[in-house]
């Protein structure tokens, strides 16, 4: 067994998992795929914006992308850009080359499910706020997602609702939520510009106020609305997040370069599209493969595997010139247990040894499900990922061999040494969810586990006051979901400021 040299960084250690042969080797398949079988595309405009820029019809409804034409796209990609907040201090810097991870959470669960019971229910618009108060006194997420899908709200505006939600309780990034028909972007970027429009004047060139995720289906189709989607938003300057979830073994090969192949094709295929649409477009990469369980078919949510096709998938985006966001924490488990603990922490600080500019996953259980606990346990995991990759201190003032030998001999020990006191502050754990104290304490507290207190932390964050909007921000954000129900002819959907003055109403409870 060949040990990695001492001063081995995480990036180099994930490339021993994958070696840069084997990216070339993916990417090579990658490319193959692209010009021999090439991409249903389901919109006929989509179609011809990849006809001009070089693409070539395939079999039928489907278009061809030779190798040079993905170059060019490529080239052409904007692959670093700021995601602009309303605090400009919580701004975030994006781009392919490894740096701070940025993790935002998972998004549009349909259901709340109680984390000791599973016990599901629909998710609703109060959910959704509450949900974002969580996440915005949390270190992490960075960003905010719409972490449910609200049952109660009509279902063509829910993203609408969903971002006024989010926007109302952080002053972070707020991302797009996801995209049901391609008229919702034009609403969404201008909903986001609205949130940071003080800041428009000053802020960078390289700027952008949303990021949209468009999915492919896989395996290799664009879909109409995910085709109009990515153009629309490619136009508008949004950032375009090509968010694709092929499943190892039902939508993609059984092997996991194959199904990292094809991950990459599907990404590179919306790259191509959006810089056919508006050469110069900022683009992202979107790796969400997982892999069937082959006894059900199953997700194995939680494996090992998730892992290696994080650490895939950045080196490729890397290879690329993408930033990658890909998956963190999700588990298998049906209630919020050991199980839970071990599936989301091993794989989430294993895929981070690549060092992807953004990691997701925080809220994920399953395939359907969310719940408030399981955010503040996500943001414990990523604290605790995260920090573990930051290189500790070794300069002279740590190896202070004066200070050792003064604790060694001294009268108190290593307690009576100021070297000592100054270091020990930085030696608080990471995170601050586990039981720090001794069996009796733990007695005399009622015994409390992990589920506890992060349910106790649920309401303690919940017990702060919401970070709020401008007033002539809300009444703007109303105004434009009011005018979307209009055009879709929608008579009585529920009023923005009134489902979120009665969310704020109910409490914490």
């Keep these: 067994m060949t040990l990695p040299a001492a001063d081995t960084p995480p990036a180099a250690l994930a490339a021993d998992l994958w070696p ?28 011809e914006l990849l006809t001009a820029a070089g693409c070539a019809p395939g079999p039928p409804g489907r278009v061809l992308m030779p190798a ?17 907040a309303r605090d400009p201090a919580r701004d975030l810097a994006i781009g392919p080359g490894p740096g701070r991870i940025h993790v935002h959470n998972m998004g549009e669960a349909p259901d709340v499910a109680d984390p000791r019971t599973g016990e599901a229910r629909r998710a609703t618009f109060r959910d959704q706020v509450r949900a974002a108060r969580v996440m915005h006194h949390g270190r992490y997420p960075d960003s905010i997602n719409s972490l449910v899908t609200p049952s109660d709200v009509p279902g063509d505006l829910h993203p609408l609702y969903s971002y006024f939600a989010i926007a109302s309780e952080t002053d972070k990034p707020v991302g797009g939520p996801g995209q049901d028909h391609p ?33 492919p289906v896989s395996p290799l189709r ?32 059984a092997s996991l370069a194959g199904a990292l192949a094809q991950q990459d094709a599907e990404i590179l295929a919306g790259v191509v599209l959006a810089q056919a649409a508006a050469p110069g477009a900022r683009c992202f990469y979107g790796a969400r493969l997982s892999v069937a369980d082959p006894r059900d078919g199953r997700l194995l949510s939680g494996a090992g595997q998730w892992a290696l096709a994080a650490v895939g998938a950045t080196l490729l985006a890397r290879r690329h010139g993408l930033a990658c966001d890909c998956y963190g924490p999700d588990t298998s488990a049906p209630l919020i247990d050991v199980q839970a603990g071990y599936q989301m922490a091993l794989p989430s600080l294993a895929g981070a040894l690549a060092r992807p500019r953004i990691m997701s ?136 400021r009134r489902l979120l003055e009665q969310a704020r109403d109910a409490g914490t409870g």
């Excluded at 904007?78 to 602009?84: C, E, F, K, S």
């Excluded at 919702?184 to 106020?209: C, H, N, W």
Aim: net charge negative; charged share 25%.
């Design 20 to 47: 840069p042969e084997a990216i070339e080797a993916i990417r090579a398949a990658s490319l193959e795929l692209l010009a021999r079988i090439g991409v249903k595309i389901d919109s006929p405009k989509a179609a």
């Design 68 to 84: 040079a034409v993905v170059a060019a796209a490529l080239e052409s990609c904007r692959g670093d850009y700021v995601a602009l």
């Design 183 to 215: 008229w919702q972007t034009p609403v969404l970027f201008e909903m986001a510009s609205a949130v940071v429009a003080a800041r428009l004047g000053e802020a960078p060139a390289d700027a952008v106020v949303l990021d949209m995720g468009y999915s």
């Design 222 to 253: 664009l879909g109409a609305g995910v085709c109009d989607g990515i153009v629309q938003a490619a136009r508008l300057g949004m950032a375009v997040e090509v968010l694709t979830n092929p499943v190892a073994g039902t939508t993609a090969p």
């Design 361 to 496: 996953g925080i809220g994920a259980w399953g395939d359907s499900a969310t719940c408030l606990e399981l955010l503040v346990i996500g943001d414990a995991v990523y604290r605790v990922a995260l920090d573990t990759l930051e290189p500790p201190a070794w300069d002279a003032d740590a190896l202070d061999v004066d200070a050792i030998i003064e604790g060694v001999t001294g009268a108190l020990g290593f307690l009576g040494t100021r070297h000592t006191r100054r270091w020990l502050r930085a030696n608080r754990a990471s995170e601050d969810l586990s039981w720090r104290g001794g069996p009796e304490e733990w007695a005399s507290a009622g015994r409390p586990d992990a589920l506890d207190l992060a349910r106790a932390r649920v309401g303690e964050l919940l017990a702060r006051d919401p970070a709020g909007l401008p007033a002539d921000v809300e009444a703007e954000l109303c105004r434009l979901i009011d005018e979307a129900a209009a055009r879709l002819g929608l008579s009585g959907h529920p009023d923005p």
